[in-house]
């Protein structure tokens, strides 16, 4: 399924300098999967890495109907003036403390999460990585910590479509994933991983001492972006679990498990209530569900390669 969407050029277009000019002043406006998003952010130190982590996005004319307004500036706080800090807020509201200036980049990536799981209830909203191969999806559903987003953004990097390293975006009673395709946080040890793994991924300068250590984000293939209007059907579930020198393991769950796990890894389950039972049924019904885990990342890739040649 495509998604109707009006485009007006990308990013890049624009070059660094004007993209530079704009994010700072009046703001940009990308499409990003299904969303539009007004984005404002005066703060020169991360131009560049904006630039280059969403080069590849369609823009919005600013007369268009955004689905939120993400600003990012600086500012200070008693009684530690000499401490520059920064702060997100989305349609002119602050959804949590000041952070520190040297992390604007990923409190800029983590604010942009935070609104489109809070406010995106038209969706089932899985806690999940979303790639796509021949028109079918593959989910990656996990708790934090259990190899995800390593796991996605090399699978991303070796043929498969990235839609979304965070969201499995369904709306309710189908089973097509919506892409939602965004830059990739890796952490720490993740991202020489991924160094080593895919050479020519492009990931921006590590930041460190956030919340959840060094964190650094890798740009999505631009085929991803430029297909992010088209949608996939869930084939596949593997729950990844990284464990340090595991033998690589595929074991088959049974649907009944497979709705179980999947559930307990959705956002909003609850919030939706009886339609979101009836869309990961359907889910799970159409897919075939495995565990894996995994130390070797390029054991992972081969085999779940294989798993979609033999199982599709």
């Known amino acids: 399924m495509t998604l109707d969407v009006a485009v007006t050029g990308k990013v890049s277009d624009l070059g660094a300098s004007e993209f530079s000019s704009r994010i700072m002043t009046n703001g940009l406006g990308i499409r990003i999967g299904p969303f539009n998003a007004h984005i404002r952010v005066p703060i020169p130190a991360i131009q560049q890495a904006l630039y280059c982590l969403y080069s590849d996005y369609p823009l919005q004319d600013l007369n268009s109907v955004f689905s939120f307004h993400a600003h990012l500036a600086r500012t200070r706080k008693f009684p530690r003036l000499y401490r520059p800090l920064v702060r997100f807020s989305i349609d002119g509201r602050v959804p949590h403390e000041d952070m520190p200036l040297e992390q604007a980049l990923p409190v800029l990536?983590?604010?942009?999460?935070?609104?489109?799981?809070?406010?995106?209830?038209?969706?089932?909203?899985?806690?999940?990585?979303?790639?796509?191969?021949?028109?079918?999806?593959?989910?990656?559903?996990?708790?934090?910590?259990?190899?995800?987003?390593?796991?996605?953004?090399?699978?991303?990097?070796?043929?498969?479509?990235?839609?979304?390293?965070?969201?499995?975006?369904?709306?309710?009673?189908?089973?097509?994933?919506?892409?939602?395709?965004r830059p990739m946080a890796l952490k720490n040890d993740s991202i020489n991983v991924l160094r080593t793994f895919?050479?020519?991924?492009?990931?921006?300068?590590?930041v460190q001492n956030t919340r959840k250590g060094t964190v650094a984000h890798v740009k999505p293939p631009e085929d991803s972006v430029q297909k992010q209007s088209i949608t996939a059907r869930a084939k596949w579930i593997v729950f990844p679990r990284w464990q340090a020198d595991a033998g690589l393991s595929l074991e088959p769950l049974s649907r009944s498990q497979g709705f179980m796990m999947l559930a307990m890894n959705a956002f909003n389950y609850d919030l939706i209530g009886e339609s979101a039972f009836r869309t990961v049924s359907k889910v799970v019904s159409a897919s075939n569900c495995y565990r894996l885990v995994y130390s070797d990342l390029d054991e992972a890739i081969v085999c779940i390669d294989q798993l979609a040649n033999n199982d599709g």
């Open 109 to 181: 990536e983590w604010g942009m999460n935070l609104v489109i799981a809070m406010r995106s209830h038209c969706f089932l909203l899985l806690h999940a990585a979303v790639l796509e191969k021949r028109g079918y999806a593959i989910l990656l559903p996990a708790a934090p910590g259990m190899g995800k987003t390593t796991l996605c953004s090399a699978l991303a990097h070796r043929g498969w479509r990235l839609l979304s390293d965070e969201f499995g975006m369904i709306r309710p009673g189908t089973e097509e994933l919506v892409p939602v395709p």
């Open 198 to 206: 895919a050479p020519d991924a492009v990931i921006s300068p590590p």
